[in-house]
């Protein structure tokens, strides 16, 4: 049905790749666009390897997507509906000036953040509203796992089982083990840019700033564990207190492990985290650049990992029977499960398939719509069928409060 094509070709990319491969009556053809080439000639071959019967047809291309010419170029020649951002956060805006200027609908799972200012926030995309809308054409935003689902599972909360939401908890568990000392699940700059920031949680119409990590509780995420969950600011809960006003506090809990914690103290200590370029050697470096360079790529953490993901919101107000009421939506995933399916860890494998669901609506016409939109501004039942279909199935939980005030 539909020419799209992906950019990026990281731990996400690959499985937005091979989920578009299985469900092939959607994408027919796809252009797997990146930095390192040899990286989506990989993903291809596997493709070819593990899933020969998909009717997709895959190529690959080199693109720098911070270069609005060059992007323009590669969707002119390619000539399709849609582009699939999982680069980094970086390219964003360049991709969205060059999804304008070639007529085609956009897609990413991660808001726009400047390289040089350790800072993220949707208003510079929320900017392009009227260019897209005036356009005719869709720009859909943060649509992988959280950012992404956990939006649809609040929309779900509000159009199924409350009347008004007044505390909304997003938490996210990664219970599994990979093996190595330190080493992240998603790109490490991004990540640890995200953890070493100040936290945030929205209360009573104002932001609450934290220092890094400060809060914490035990959480008991179900079928997987208790685990020790800090108070993080993540990118949706920007759009789901703008758009459900009702909310007075809402939260983002991430688990982390000790290990984890000390090998972040001692890298942040030594000034390994640092956005801030040196000289070194005549040439300047940002520490955190180079630590990248150090550290497991994502994607290579998948075979062997053990455990599971558990992510899912609790929301906590007035039923619809007008009776206060707390209740849980979410999915776990187990890592093994993913690498035998797509070469993948949870993570990659959570964040990928939202991706490929949220195309799919866009284009099958489920959520098209000309603008600027939030997930949870869009209908989650679909969503939620695709999720069960796609290998992310959803459960819900009524009347017990696993996260407390
Ligand atoms: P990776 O670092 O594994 O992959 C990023 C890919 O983008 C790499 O292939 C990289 O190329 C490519 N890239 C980087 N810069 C450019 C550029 N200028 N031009 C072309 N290609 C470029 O990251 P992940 O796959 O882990 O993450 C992808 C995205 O998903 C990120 O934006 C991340 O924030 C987001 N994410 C969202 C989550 C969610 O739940 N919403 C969860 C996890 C991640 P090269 O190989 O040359 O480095």
């Given at each position: 049905m539909s020419k799209v094509i992906i950019i990026g070709a990281g731990?996400?990319?690959n499985v937005v790749a091979k989920k578009c491969a299985q469900n092939d009556s959607v994408f027919t053809e796809v252009l797997i666009a990146t930095r390192t080439v040899a990286k989506a000639d990989k993903i291809v071959a596997e493709i070819k390897e593990h899933m020969p019967d998909s009717r997709a047809v895959f190529t690959t291309a080199t693109v720098d997507a911070d270069n609005v010419p060059e992007l323009v170029k590669l969707i002119q020649d390619f000539g399709p509906k849609m582009v699939i951002n999982v680069a980094l956060p970086y390219q964003d805006l360049t991709i969205m000036d060059a999804c304008l200027e070639t007529g085609v609908h956009y897609l990413d799972t991660a808001n726009y953040e400047p390289k040089d200012v350790a800072k993220f926030e949707y208003s510079w995309q929320w900017a392009y509203q009227d260019r897209f809308r005036e356009k005719g054409l869709m720009a859909l935003l943060g649509c992988g796992f959280d950012p992404g689902a956990t939006q649809a599972f609040t929309a779900h909360h509000a159009k199924h089982h409350f009347q008004e939401i007044h505390y909304l908890d997003i938490v996210d568990c990664n219970n599994g083990n990979h093996g190595k000392a330190f080493a992240t699940n998603f790109n490490p700059e991004i990540n640890i840019r995200e953890i070493t920031a100040n936290g945030r949680y929205w209360e009573n119409g104002q932001w609450v700033e934290t220092q890094p990590l400060e809060i914490s509780q035990d959480i008991y995420y179900p079928?997987?564990?208790t685990r020790k969950s800090f108070v993080l600011y993540h990118e949706e809960l920007e759009s789901l207190v703008k758009h459900f006003p009702t909310i007075k506090r809402a939260r983002f809990w991430m688990t982390f492990g000790e290990a984890y914690i000390k090998h972040l103290n001692v890298l942040e200590g030594i000034g390994m985290t640092s956005i801030e370029p040196i000289n070194f050697r005549g040439m300047k470096v940002a520490p955190i650049e180079f630590l990248k360079a150090v550290l497991p790529a994502p994607e290579s953490l998948a075979a062997g990992y053990s455990g599971q993901t558990c992510i899912g919101v609790q929301a906590k107000g007035i039923g619809k029977d007008g009776q206060p009421k707390v209740h849980f939506v979410y999915n776990v995933k187990d890592h093994a499960d993913c690498y035998r399916e797509v070469q993948a860890q949870g993570v990659s494998y959570t964040t990928g398939v939202p991706a490929m669901i949220g195309?799919?609506?866009?284009?099958?016409?489920?959520w098209m719509q000309p603008g600027v939109w939030n997930v949870e501004q869009l209908d989650p039942d679909p969503f939620f069928d695709a999720?069960?279909?796609?290998?992310?199935?959803?459960?819900?939980l009524a009347d017990i409060e696993l996260v407390k005030d």
């Open positions: 731990g996400v990319a079928k997987v564990a195309a799919m609506l866009m284009l099958n016409g489920d999720m069960n279909k796609w290998g992310l199935p959803i459960s819900e």
